[in-house]
């Protein structure tokens, strides 16, 4: 089976000092780096993800700072696709599909950021689709929420998102399963 990897949003404002830090973004870059290598090792296709969030009341990932960049752990090395989306789900706006379609794509296997958000949105989105996912859980963070007024632990939203993408919509593995 065809396989691509889809890196989404692992960028700048994620990481401590950024607009919007997730929780333990450092480990979660850190399997994705691994993961990115043994796709450039193998030779099979990359997509990079960036949200750019081009709003007046924006809070992060605006145009233009720091924060907007892909994370160096993750850069993309010349020849790999780098898609700009606006949306959660990175088909919506983009040639995502298009882009896995030409490379004749069955299989997305996703890390990024946010679990709760971009992740979940464009793994289902993917499956809708009509390809087969599989997500890297330790590769994905996701930031400390609130509900009802009670605080949600980032650790708590991400294990709670990754067990519904897990119940039915993607395979889940860990970052060593793939490298």
Not at 51 to 70: K, L, Y
Not at 86 to 98: C, I, M, Q, S
Not at 119 to 148: K, S
Request: glycine share 10%; with cysteine.
């Amino acid at each position: 089976m065809s396989r691509a990897l889809v890196i989404i949003d692992i960028q700048r404002d994620y990481f401590p000092g950024g607009a919007y830090p997730l929780v333990e973004p450092e480990a979660a870059a850190a399997n994705a780096k691994r993961v990115l290598e043994a796709f450039r090792d193998s030779g099979e296709p990359i997509v990079h993800l960036q949200h750019v969030w081009d709003a007046p009341d924006a809070t992060f990932m605006r145009p233009g700072t720091e924060g907007v960049e892909i994370h160096p752990d993750v850069a993309p090395e010349d020849g790999e696709t780098v898609l700009s989306k606006t949306e959660p789900n990175g088909f919506v706006g983009t040639a995502l599909e298009r882009e896995l379609r030409g490379h004749g794509v069955e299989e997305v296997v996703v890390a990024g950021m946010m679990s709760s958000m971009c992740v979940d949105a464009t793994v289902r989105a993917a499956v809708d689709h009509g390809f087969t996912a599989t997500v890297v859980h330790d590769a994905c963070a996701a930031p400390d929420l609130e509900f009802a007024g009670e605080a949600i632990p980032g650790a708590t939203v991400h294990g709670a998102f990754m067990a519904a993408l897990g119940d039915g919509y993607a395979r889940l593995a860990r970052a060593d399963e793939l490298t």
